[in-house]
């Protein structure tokens, strides 16, 4: 069972905007399931205080990598330091948070593998991991964009798990399950 697909064949470019979309529409789910608590949370608060501006979004990412197991790590807080995970947990968000990234994934996988025609299960999955690179580029960039700095303080999405956990290792596994459910349910 070897596959004769040429590289050449595969869709780099449409897998690529498959996993920027994913990776998009994940944060946008995220920010609409949990922006409105964020916003009047005590730690938003804290930050429109001292900066003057509110930082909503940019706490909604981190909620967004902690459905990735990303934890955010701090700068300049000493033993002050709020929690590195906002999802479960006493007034944490709900664990449902945690399905969206591989759902997305899933859908993206599975999009690509339908559009390039895969029949193979091999080659399903191969095609759907193609998601990563678009969904590692955000993941990276999302890491500078949801830091928030207070002073001499800041906090952030650990950069490796990001880069290694929600950039490469999800955008894997999930956009290959998608892209194998695509070439299984194929009509060969």
């Known amino acids: ?27 946008v789910l995220t920010y609409l399931l949990v922006a409105t608590d964020i916003e009047t949370s ?16 940019e706490l909604v990412g981190w909620v967004f990598y902690n459905a990735h197991l990303v934890d955010v790590s701090y700068t300049g807080l000493g ?3 709020p929690p590195r995970q906002f999802i479960g947990g006493e007034d944490g968000f709900t664990l449902l948070l945690y399905l969206i990234p591989p759902a997305l994934l899933v859908i993206a996988g599975l999009a690509v593998g339908r559009y ?20 590692l580029l955000l993941s990276i960039a999302g890491v500078f964009l949801f830091t928030v700095t207070v002073g001499d303080a800041s ?7 990001a880069v290694l956990i929600a950039g490469i ?7 290959a399950v998608g892209g194998a459910l695509a070439a299984i349910t194929s009509d060969r």
């Open 1 to 27: 069972m070897s596959s004769t697909t040429d590289t050449d064949s595969r869709p780099f470019i449409e897998s690529a905007v498959g996993g920027l979309t994913a990776w998009l529409l994940g944060y």
């Open 42 to 57: 005590p730690l938003n608060r804290i930050i429109e205080f001292f900066e003057g501006d509110s930082a909503t979004y």
């Open 79 to 81: 033993p002050f330091s």
């Open 116 to 135: 390039s025609g895969v029949s193979e299960l091999n080659e399903g999955a191969l095609t759907g991991a193609l998601v990563t690179p678009g969904y």
């Open 155 to 161: 906090g952030a999405p650990d950069l490796v798990p």
């Open 169 to 175: 290792i999800y955008p894997v596994v999930f956009g």
